[in-house]
């Protein structure tokens, strides 16, 4: 099992671009979620989903959209980037109540 | 608002010695809370997790004192050794299957060989 997948590690986006950050599980969960990773911030929920087709907003959503097709794979969109948004993203999926978190996607926005 | 708070920010501890990190919430309606462990370049990754029917669990070095009167937890690491170094968040949620998770700031720990 791969566990969860981002892609990419590294992305510099300019402001006002556009981005999707990739996510994908192999552990069959229904649950899935978006944080980001601010310094002395810990982590902060964006969006999670419950499984397929179902999705709603976590404690930072704005800025963000997500959609869940298939139980596997869940995309986190940045419409618009904006500086505010430069951090690390984490995606996770869980079995009961042990998140599995993926290794992260450092997004700097310039 | 930070649901959960955690301190201290940073700790450095001697090998061998005892690292303590607290959190403190205020939501009366949470009734998990996870302690996870990251290294640099990877996510967390569940460390240790308690709920407030008990006042103390142990998992080999490591140990969650909660004391629900006071709404406050805190994770004890007995023998710190230099693979211990990582940064420590509490969480706290609704339930385990709880769909949102709370998180503290985060512990940066040091464990001097």
Sequence with gaps: NAGVTQTPKFQVLKTGQS???QCAQDMNHEYMSWYRQDPG????????SVGAGITDQGEVPNGYNVSRSTTEDFPLRLLSAAPSQTSVYFCASRRVNEQYFGPGTRLTVT | ?????????????????????????ENTAFDYFPWYQQFPGKGPALLIA??????????????????KSAKQFSLHIMDSQPGDSATYFCAASI?????QF?????TSLTVIP
Excluded: W
């Design chain 1, 41 to 48: 911030m810990g982590l902060r929920l964006i969006h999670y």
């Design chain 1, 19 to 21: 981005m999707t950050l």
């Design chain 2, 50 to 67: 308690i709920r407030p029917d008990v006042s103390e669990k142990k998992e080999g070095r490591f140990t969650i004192s909660f004391n």
């Design chain 2, 102 to 106: 709370y998180f503290g700031t985060g």
């Design chain 2, 1 to 25: 608002q930070q649901q959960v708070k955690q301190s201290p920010q940073s700790l450095i501890v001697q090998k061998g010695g005892i690292s303590i990190i607290n959190c403190a919430y």
């Design chain 2, 95 to 99: 339930g385990e299957t709880g769909n």
